[in-house]
C-alpha cells in the first residue's frame, strides 16, 4: 500500500521559506516520478513540481519557478520542496504524490500558511 505523509508546513511571513517532507513507503521511491501538488482553500488543485526518477530532471510551475526546489533523497525514500519567497498567494494545503491526476495516491496533505 502506497504510503505518503507531508511534514513541515505552517504559518510564515510573505517573503519567508519553509521546507517540506514527504516520507514514503510501500512502493519502489526510487523508481518512481514524485510530483508536489496543491490546493488552496475553495479552489481546485494546482501541479506545483515534480521530478523524474530515472535521470532526476525537475520540472516546475510557472508560478513557482525560480522560488521552489524539489529533491529527492532515495536513500531516505523522502522527498521534499524547498519554498522561498513565499508570497500570500501560495497559502495551500500541499499534497506529495505518485500521480497527480489521481488523488488517491497523494498524502494528506501538510498546510502552508502565507500571512503577515
Known amino acids: 500500500e502506497v504510503q505518503l505523509v507531508e511534514s513541515g508546513g505552517g504559518l510564515v511571513q510573505p517573503g519567508g521559506s519553509l521546507r517540506l517532507s514527504c516520507a514514503a513507503s510501500g512502493f519502489t521511491f526510487g523508481s518512481s516520478d514524485m510530483h508536489w501538488v496543491r490546493q488552496a482553500p475553495g479552489k481546485g488543485p494546482e501541479w506545483v513540481s515534480g521530478i523524474v526518477s530515472s535521470d532526476g530532471s525537475t520540472y516546475y510551475a510557472d508560478f513557482v519557478k525560480g522560488r521552489f526546489t524539489i529533491s529527492r533523497d532515495n536513500a531516505k525514500n523522502t522527498l521534499y520542496l524547498q519554498m522561498n519567497s513565499l508570497r500570500p498567494e501560495d497559502t495551500a494545503v500541499y499534497h506529495c504524490?505518485?500521480?497527480?491526476?489521481?488523488?488517491?495516491?497523494w498524502g494528506k496533505g501538510t498546510l502552508v500558511t502565507v500571512s503577515s
Open positions: 504524490a505518485t500521480d497527480p491526476a489521481d488523488p488517491g495516491l
